[in-house]
C-alpha cells in the first residue's frame, strides 16, 4: 500500500513563529487532506488539496502531485494552534479509504 | 448543527461484554467509515459504507461488525471486547464513493476496556 510520512514529527513554536509542515507519500492520488487534532481529539479539516496552492487565514497549503509530496505553512502560530497534524492521502487505485501519516505534533507556546 | 455525530462519547467496559458506538451523519452524504486510532495517535480505516453496502472491510477481527440501517446512520458492534481494543473510534462520511470528496470526521468515540 501506499507509504505517508509525515516531517517533522515534533515541532515547538514560540507563539508568532512560522513553520513548514511536510508530507510525503510514495504512489500517485488523487486526494489529499490536511487535519488538525486539537488537544480535545477532535479532527478538524483543513484543506482538501489534491493538487495546487489553498490558503485560509494564516494557514495555506501546496500540494506538488508529480513530485509527490505536500506542505502546509502555519504563519504567525497561536497557542491554539496545538495538537497533531494529520496528512491524508487516497491512492488511484484504493478506493475511497484514506491513509493517514503519523502526524506532527505541535506545540506552540505562549 | 453537528454534521457528524457519535454516541457515546465515553465508554468504558469490561473485558469479554459487547458494546456498540453509533454514527449519524446529517450531511446528505452517500458514504460513511469508522476509523480507529491508537494510543500512538495512528489513524487506520476499519470500514466503509457506500448506499449501505459495505465496500471497504480491513483486516480487522470479525468480533467488529458494522451496520448501516440507512445512509444516514452507520453503527458499529463489538462483540467480547479485549484489552486491546481501547482506542478512540471516529465515524467520518464523503459525498461519493470515489475518493475525491472531503471526508468528515465525527468527534470520536473514546473506548476503554478494563
Known amino acids: 500500500g501506499i507509504q505517508v510520512e509525515q516531517s517533522p514529527p515534533d515541532l515547538i513554536l514560540q507563539e508568532g513563529a512560522n513553520s513548514t509542515l511536510r508530507c510525503n507519500f510514495s504512489?500517485?492520488?488523487?486526494?489529499l487532506q490536511w487535519f488538525h487534532q486539537n488537544p480535545w481529539g477532535q479532527l478538524i479539516n483543513l484543506f482538501y488539496i489534491p493538487s495546487g496552492t489553498k490558503q485560509n487565514g494564516r494557514l495555506s497549503a501546496t500540494t506538488v502531485a508529480t513530485e509527490r509530496y505536500s506542505l502546509l505553512y502555519i504563519s504567525s502560530s497561536q497557542t491554539t494552534d496545538s495538537g497533531v497534524y494529520f496528512c491524508?492521502?487516497?491512492?488511484?487505485?484504493?478506493?475511497?479509504?484514506?491513509?493517514f501519516g503519523e502526524g506532527t505534533q505541535l506545540t506552540v507556546n505562549p | 448543527d453537528t454534521a457528524v455525530s457519535q454516541t457515546p462519547k465515553y465508554l468504558v467496559t469490561q473485558m469479554g461484554n459487547d458494546k456498540s458506538i453509533k454514527c449519524e451523519q446529517n450531511?446528505?452524504?452517500?458514504?460513511m467509515y469508522w476509523y480507529k486510532q491508537d494510543s500512538k495517535k495512528f489513524l487506520k480505516i476499519m470500514f466503509s459504507?457506500?448506499?449501505?453496502?459495505?465496500?471497504i472491510n480491513e483486516t480487522v477481527p470479525n468480533r467488529f461488525s458494522p451496520k448501516s440501517p440507512d445512509k444516514a446512520h452507520l453503527n458499529l458492534h463489538i462483540n467480547s471486547l479485549e484489552l486491546g481494543d481501547s482506542a478512540v473510534y471516529f465515524c467520518?462520511?464523503?459525498?461519493?464513493?470515489?475518493?475525491?470528496?472531503?471526508?468528515?470526521f465525527g468527534p470520536g468515540t473514546r473506548l476503554l476496556v478494563l
Open positions: 504512489d500517485s492520488v488523487n486526494n
Open positions: 491524508a492521502v487516497r491512492q488511484e487505485t484504493s478506493g475511497s479509504r484514506l491513509t
Open positions: 450531511l446528505g452524504h452517500d458514504t
Open positions: 459504507y457506500n448506499n449501505k453496502e459495505l465496500i
Open positions: 467520518a462520511s464523503s459525498q461519493g464513493l470515489a475518493g475525491f470528496w472531503t471526508q468528515y
